[in-house]
């Protein structure tokens, strides 16, 4: 097998806040995941992605950052890290880090020189501006976490520019010193084994030097146009291309790492962050099962087709269900969607990205409004439901804090029957079928590596088929899935004339061979069967 690790493997996305408090402060943190890395192992999965993990202030938790080059004490210590990385590594997993280059803390020592005074040497490392005409904001940027982009600072009496929180001020990425200074942090960690980085928000680094005002946004043409341009001031601009490259070339450097990049942008626009000869990073996020308004058959068939039509020559698809900036995959859909939903995920084609609870089914928590904590929930969108304790155990702190400590969030409603002990010991839970899923797909090239072609016309609408062949191998897999609420009989005799076996369904409970011409598929079951 030649193939890079980040195409064969699966990424399990951890809120370090989120998975296991071991230091008892109801926090989270990296002796908490290490104890539990044979629990990840034993997922099948290949690579864990870790939410920042660098010293903050926390104002959005650690994506405000004041420090690249240590951890913060809530999370442990840098031998902590170290210590984690040689564990996983020892476990055959990969260590992923976030990396948020657009944006520091305010309180990062490079902020505190930039706005010390207007001819500081680090002036230039942020966006400073002007007010507009009667002390008015410079332009009508807005803010992702609500209000203006633009903060005044009292001290030089200029504007800086924070697409997020105000204690988020933007680096200047035109300033030459600046991609410097972050491609060294990107080495620091390199240079300590880090296998790669999940980088922050890559549409936004390169900023309108005329800082012109957005234009009105249209009104939507489709139903699923969630992720679109809105801003050419400051999404996906062209200088950022050479920001990737730079960053590729950098990682390139090194033996097999990865780059991931978070982009929310139509997948037209998305693919060209694999670079023009993939010299980009290596997977752009594909968020389309994220921000689709539905799931449903045709939703998800529109987006496979769709995805795979602009994917450039080469280029190595991958899909994500779910992260921490969004409701979870088992609120999203009905009854049974989360288990069809990983299915999907796991069996489509391309490297699948899971993020942590989901191998639960495990659904938003209710956040009592005295508990509310996102600096986003001000915009209405809260994304502290998406970001509950683990739940290890039914204990009352669900085994994710000791006994006694009130996590950061409430634990989510439900934890006593849905919780990892639980689900290891029922065949039949979303557990098992996480664990059955990746153990498939591990077993067979056709799943990891081959080709993907939709069954149209025969498949109910409800249905949603596919084939995956490997390359001069006998077996190739049939994916069914059926997303409605009744019974079904599926013909799917497309797929092979053949006598086929049903290898996995959803529910865990049947096996053997099927009848391809009269597929019965329960409700919201899937199943994957081998065809000769
Ligand atoms: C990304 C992160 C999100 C964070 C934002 C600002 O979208 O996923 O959690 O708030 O960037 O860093």
């Given at each position: 097998m030649t193939e890079p690790w980040w195409q064969t493997g699966v990424v399990y996305q951890i809120y370090p806040r989120s998975f296991?408090?071991?230091?008892?402060?109801g926090v989270g943190d990296l002796p908490g995941i290490a104890a539990h890395l044979d629990y990840v192992a034993g997922l099948g999965v290949d690579a864990i992605w870790l939410s920042p993990i660098y010293?903050?202030?926390?104002?959005?938790f650690g994506y405000?950052?004041?420090?690249?080059?240590d951890v913060d004490p809530l999370f442990g210590t840098i031998d902590d890290l170290e210590t984690l990385v040689r564990a996983a590594h020892d476990r055959g997993l990969k260590v992923i880090l976030d990396l948020v280059p657009n944006h520091t803390s305010d309180e990062h020592a490079w902020f505190a020189e930039s706005r010390a005074?207007?001819?500081?040497?680090?002036?230039?490392w942020y966006i400073w501006r002007d007010a507009g005409?009667?002390?008015?904001?410079?332009?009508?940027w807005p803010s992702f976490f609500g209000g203006s982009a633009w903060e005044l600072d009292e001290t030089t009496g200029q504007y800086y520019l924070h697409?997020?929180?105000?204690?988020q001020p933007d680096l200047n990425w035109h300033t030459p010193e600046v991609r410097a200074a972050v491609y060294d942090v990107m080495r620091f960690w390199l240079d300590r084994g880090i296998d790669g980085f999940r980088i922050?928000?890559?549409?936004?680094?390169?900023?309108?030097?005329?800082?012109a005002d957005s234009p009105p946004v249209p009104p939507?043409?489709?139903?699923?146009?969630?992720?679109?341009?809105?801003?050419p001031g400051f999404e996906?601009?062209?200088e950022t291309h050479d920001i990737v490259r730079e960053m590729r070339a950098l990682v390139d450097e090194y033996d097999h790492r990865v780059l991931i990049g978070e982009i929310y942008l139509p997948y037209e626009r998305l693919v060209r962050y694999y670079g023009?000869?993939?010299?980009?990073?290596?997977l752009p996020f594909n968020f389309g099962l994220v921000t689709a308004s539905r799931f449903d058959a045709p939703t998800v068939r529109r987006l496979v087709e769709e995805y795979e039509s602009f994917l450039p020559e080469g280029a190595w698809p991958n899909w994500v269900?779910?992260?921490?900036d969004i409701s979870r995959i088992a609120t999203r859909t009905a009854e049974g969607g989360a288990r069809l939903a990983q299915m999907l995920l796991l069996t489509l084609r391309g490297t699948p990205t899971c993020y942590y609870g989901d191998e639960l089914g495990l659904a938003d928590g209710e956040i009592p409004p005295d508990r509310v904590v996102d600096p986003?929930?001000?915009?209405?969108?809260?994304?502290d439901p998406a970001r509950t304790p683990m739940p290890w155990e039914p204990s009352p702190t669900a085994g994710f804090s000791p006994d006694g400590v009130e996590p950061w969030l409430p634990v989510a409603a439900g934890h006593k029957q849905r919780n990892v002990q639980a689900q290891a010991a029922d065949p039949r839970s979303e557990l098992s079928l996480f664990r059955a899923l990746t153990a498939l797909r591990r077993g067979r090239r056709a799943l990891q590596l081959g080709s993907l072609r939709l069954l149209g016309?025969?498949?109910?609408?409800?249905v949603l088929a596919y084939v995956r062949e490997g390359e001069g191998e006998g077996e190739h897999v049939l994916v069914a899935l059926h997303f409605g609420a009744e019974p079904r009989t599926a013909d799917l005799s497309a797929a092979s004339a053949r006598p086929a076996d049903l290898l996995l369904s959803t529910e865990l409970d049947r096996e053997g061979e099927v009848d391809l011409a009269a597929l019965e598929l329960r409700p919201r079951e899937g199943v994957v069967i081998s065809v000769r």
């Amino acid at each position: 097998m030649t193939e890079p690790w980040w195409q064969t493997g699966v990424v399990y996305q951890i809120y370090p806040r989120s998975f296991a408090d071991a230091d008892g402060d109801g926090v989270g943190d990296l002796p908490g995941i290490a104890a539990h890395l044979d629990y990840v192992a034993g997922l099948g999965v290949d690579a864990i992605w870790l939410s920042p993990i660098y010293r903050s202030p926390m104002a959005d938790f650690g994506y405000d950052i004041s420090d690249y080059r240590d951890v913060d004490p809530l999370f442990g210590t840098i031998d902590d890290l170290e210590t984690l990385v040689r564990a996983a590594h020892d476990r055959g997993l990969k260590v992923i880090l976030d990396l948020v280059p657009n944006h520091t803390s305010d309180e990062h020592a490079w902020f505190a020189e930039s706005r010390a005074s207007r001819d500081n040497p680090k002036r230039d490392w942020y966006i400073w501006r002007d007010a507009g005409p009667a002390g008015a904001e410079p332009n009508n940027w807005p803010s992702f976490f609500g209000g203006s982009a633009w903060e005044l600072d009292e001290t030089t009496g200029q504007y800086y520019l924070h697409l997020f929180h105000r204690k988020q001020p933007d680096l200047n990425w035109h300033t030459p010193e600046v991609r410097a200074a972050v491609y060294d942090v990107m080495r620091f960690w390199l240079d300590r084994g880090i296998d790669g980085f999940r980088i922050d928000v890559l549409w936004l680094l390169a900023k309108d030097q005329t800082f012109a005002d957005s234009p009105p946004v249209p009104p939507r043409e489709h139903e699923l146009d969630v992720a679109r341009l809105e801003h050419p001031g400051f999404e996906d601009r062209e200088e950022t291309h050479d920001i990737v490259r730079e960053m590729r070339a950098l990682v390139d450097e090194y033996d097999h790492r990865v780059l991931i990049g978070e982009i929310y942008l139509p997948y037209e626009r998305l693919v060209r962050y694999y670079g023009e000869r993939l010299d980009g990073v290596h997977l752009p996020f594909n968020f389309g099962l994220v921000t689709a308004s539905r799931f449903d058959a045709p939703t998800v068939r529109r987006l496979v087709e769709e995805y795979e039509s602009f994917l450039p020559e080469g280029a190595w698809p991958n899909w994500v269900l779910g992260n921490h900036d969004i409701s979870r995959i088992a609120t999203r859909t009905a009854e049974g969607g989360a288990r069809l939903a990983q299915m999907l995920l796991l069996t489509l084609r391309g490297t699948p990205t899971c993020y942590y609870g989901d191998e639960l089914g495990l659904a938003d928590g209710e956040i009592p409004p005295d508990r509310v904590v996102d600096p986003q929930a001000a915009t209405g969108r809260n994304r502290d439901p998406a970001r509950t304790p683990m739940p290890w155990e039914p204990s009352p702190t669900a085994g994710f804090s000791p006994d006694g400590v009130e996590p950061w969030l409430p634990v989510a409603a439900g934890h006593k029957q849905r919780n990892v002990q639980a689900q290891a010991a029922d065949p039949r839970s979303e557990l098992s079928l996480f664990r059955a899923l990746t153990a498939l797909r591990r077993g067979r090239r056709a799943l990891q590596l081959g080709s993907l072609r939709l069954l149209g016309g025969t498949a109910p609408d409800d249905v949603l088929a596919y084939v995956r062949e490997g390359e001069g191998e006998g077996e190739h897999v049939l994916v069914a899935l059926h997303f409605g609420a009744e019974p079904r009989t599926a013909d799917l005799s497309a797929a092979s004339a053949r006598p086929a076996d049903l290898l996995l369904s959803t529910e865990l409970d049947r096996e053997g061979e099927v009848d391809l011409a009269a597929l019965e598929l329960r409700p919201r079951e899937g199943v994957v069967i081998s065809v000769r």
